[in-house]
């Protein structure tokens, strides 16, 4: 192993670095094992529960009626989170639009929706109309929209009975950082939040942006109060083998009314061809603790050896986590660049691609993202994001193995260290 980092252009400290964050995150990667394990019988409770046999994985066409491997998808996500029901999709172009259908299914012209995890992630902002009057928006259809901020890097407890309005129609918190140098919520704050605002207006939906959240630990939003979450199956629940996707799970109530906004008023979960999908979507969801634990293992070695290294990372290695994201601060675009470069050049896919950063639709700031996965723009798969505007971050997830996590973030190091050269 040394042999190879030394090819691989590290300098003797580094090295030391190298075994010394893996000694040093030992105790805390067993324990994220042995939650993946606990998990793993959770999510097989859920598949033998439902009885998921040969024919569901076979698919359909066309309006998909008598698709009964969707059906049981849905069931099966119901059961995990402990849920009344749940809508499993690969229609869902994303988790912004599974987000979206949430919030338009669950809001009505006049109503209010209110954040009180402070600003919602980049492409919720052409949703919500919040900054610029976006086409579509809920502003436009209506809905006003106020946000009670972070304080001190934490959800502002004590502020959210006289924040909220009785006539609150929609509380909205987001689990996870985002593109954001903010702690993310773990269900214990989540919950804690959750019962404050309920006093308030107890007919609200909450909903929770559960992206990258998913089963890190042993609960979800939904077992502390939550009405609703979504997320997007080309991260944590996919598995890395989800095509395309994404979920809501929650009430039968609110996950009724975003249905009719996926498909159509009448219609809801009752049609959608799987095309053949329900498999690899089953599959996902039964590889996902394991995948889901190797993702934080690695986070929680990166953010050691970067740490030893000399940067800011959030959170901590030995910090609480409730994502699989690590923030790496990098502090200017060439750094970024350099660092996406080297994560790139570690994968299985495209590794010889240089990154380039662009605008995506629903963003504001060009975006480098290295990648190099077997599905397109997946982040449970290991990859780097970067918001190209100050601090200059990076946002560093997934990966099926610690070692591909190791890998990827010795290339990185070692493609920024060439940089001050
Ligand atoms: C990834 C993510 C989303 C949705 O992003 P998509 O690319 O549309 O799937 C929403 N919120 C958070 C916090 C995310 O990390």
Same mark, same amino acid.
């Given at each position: 192993m040394r042999e190879r980092l030394l090819r691989e252009g590290l300098q003797a400290q580094q090295i030391e670095n190298f075994f010394e964050a893996t000694r040093l995150t030992r105790d805390l990667r067993e324990q994220i094992r042995e939650r993946s394990h606990r998990l793993q019988w959770k999510v097989l409770d859920a598949l033998q529960g439902r009885g998921? +046999? /040969?024919?569901?994985? &076979?698919g359909s066409t066309g309006y998909g009626y008598g698709d009964t491997g969707r059906e049981l998808l849905d069931e099966i996500y119901a059961d995990l989170f402990d849920c009344e029901s749940a809508l499993v999709r690969l229609q869902f172009v994303s988790g912004t639009h599974a987000i979206a259908c949430g919030l338009f299914g669950n809001l009505r012209p006049g109503q209010e929706m209110v954040s009180l995890s402070g600003e919602p992630y980049d492409t919720l902002s052409t949703v919500i109309g919040q900054k610029s009057d976006s086409p579509g928006s809920l502003k436009e259809w209506g809905v006003s929209y106020r946000q009670l901020d972070l304080r001190d890097d934490r959800l502002d407890l004590e502020a959210i009975q006289t924040f909220l309005? %009785?006539?609150?129609a929609l509380v909205f918190l987001q689990r996870s950082r985002g593109y954001a140098w903010r702690s993310s919520l773990t269900v214990e704050q989540l919950g804690e939040a959750i019962r404050r605002a309920r006093k308030v207006c107890p007919h609200a939906v909450i909903m929770v942006d559960n992206c990258y959240g $998913? &089963?890190? $630990? /042993?609960?979800? %939003?939904t077992h502390v109060g939550a009405d609703l979450v979504a997320g997007s199956l080309i991260k944590n629940l996919g598995g890395t083998l989800a095509a395309t996707g994404g979920y809501l799970a929650g009430t039968t109530r609110a996950v009724a009314a975003a249905s009719y906004r996926l498909t159509a008023p009448g219609i809801g979960a009752e049609q959608g061809a799987s095309l053949g999908f329900s498999r690899t979507m089953l599959q996902g969801l039964f590889q996902a603790p394991v995948v889901v634990g190797q993702a934080l293992e690695g986070a929680c070695w990166a953010a050691c050896f970067l740490e030893l290294e000399g940067f800011e990372v959030a959170p901590r290695w030995d910090g609480p986590r409730t994502d699989i994201v690590q923030a790496i601060r990098l502090g200017s675009p060439e750094a970024q660049a350099a660092f996406c470069k080297g994560v790139q050049s570690s994968g299985p896919v495209d590794s010889k691609a240089t990154p380039e950063s662009w605008v995506q639709p629903g963003y504001r700031d060009p975006i480098l993202m290295a990648g190099g996965t077997?599905?397109?723009? +997946? +982040? &449970?798969?290991m990859s780097a994001d970067c918001p190209v505007r100050p601090p200059y971050i990076a946002y560093l997830q997934g990966g099926i193995s610690l070692g591909h996590v190791q890998l990827g973030v010795v290339r990185g190091l070692v493609s920024l260290k060439n940089l001050v050269k």
């Amino acid at each position: 192993m040394r042999e190879r980092l030394l090819r691989e252009g590290l300098q003797a400290q580094q090295i030391e670095n190298f075994f010394e964050a893996t000694r040093l995150t030992r105790d805390l990667r067993e324990q994220i094992r042995e939650r993946s394990h606990r998990l793993q019988w959770k999510v097989l409770d859920a598949l033998q529960g439902r009885g998921l +046999s /040969e024919v569901h994985l &076979l698919g359909s066409t066309g309006y998909g009626y008598g698709d009964t491997g969707r059906e049981l998808l849905d069931e099966i996500y119901a059961d995990l989170f402990d849920c009344e029901s749940a809508l499993v999709r690969l229609q869902f172009v994303s988790g912004t639009h599974a987000i979206a259908c949430g919030l338009f299914g669950n809001l009505r012209p006049g109503q209010e929706m209110v954040s009180l995890s402070g600003e919602p992630y980049d492409t919720l902002s052409t949703v919500i109309g919040q900054k610029s009057d976006s086409p579509g928006s809920l502003k436009e259809w209506g809905v006003s929209y106020r946000q009670l901020d972070l304080r001190d890097d934490r959800l502002d407890l004590e502020a959210i009975q006289t924040f909220l309005r %009785p006539e609150t129609a929609l509380v909205f918190l987001q689990r996870s950082r985002g593109y954001a140098w903010r702690s993310s919520l773990t269900v214990e704050q989540l919950g804690e939040a959750i019962r404050r605002a309920r006093k308030v207006c107890p007919h609200a939906v909450i909903m929770v942006d559960n992206c990258y959240g $998913e &089963l890190v $630990e /042993e609960q979800e %939003p939904t077992h502390v109060g939550a009405d609703l979450v979504a997320g997007s199956l080309i991260k944590n629940l996919g598995g890395t083998l989800a095509a395309t996707g994404g979920y809501l799970a929650g009430t039968t109530r609110a996950v009724a009314a975003a249905s009719y906004r996926l498909t159509a008023p009448g219609i809801g979960a009752e049609q959608g061809a799987s095309l053949g999908f329900s498999r690899t979507m089953l599959q996902g969801l039964f590889q996902a603790p394991v995948v889901v634990g190797q993702a934080l293992e690695g986070a929680c070695w990166a953010a050691c050896f970067l740490e030893l290294e000399g940067f800011e990372v959030a959170p901590r290695w030995d910090g609480p986590r409730t994502d699989i994201v690590q923030a790496i601060r990098l502090g200017s675009p060439e750094a970024q660049a350099a660092f996406c470069k080297g994560v790139q050049s570690s994968g299985p896919v495209d590794s010889k691609a240089t990154p380039e950063s662009w605008v995506q639709p629903g963003y504001r700031d060009p975006i480098l993202m290295a990648g190099g996965t077997f599905i397109a723009g +997946s +982040s &449970l798969e290991m990859s780097a994001d970067c918001p190209v505007r100050p601090p200059y971050i990076a946002y560093l997830q997934g990966g099926i193995s610690l070692g591909h996590v190791q890998l990827g973030v010795v290339r990185g190091l070692v493609s920024l260290k060439n940089l001050v050269k």
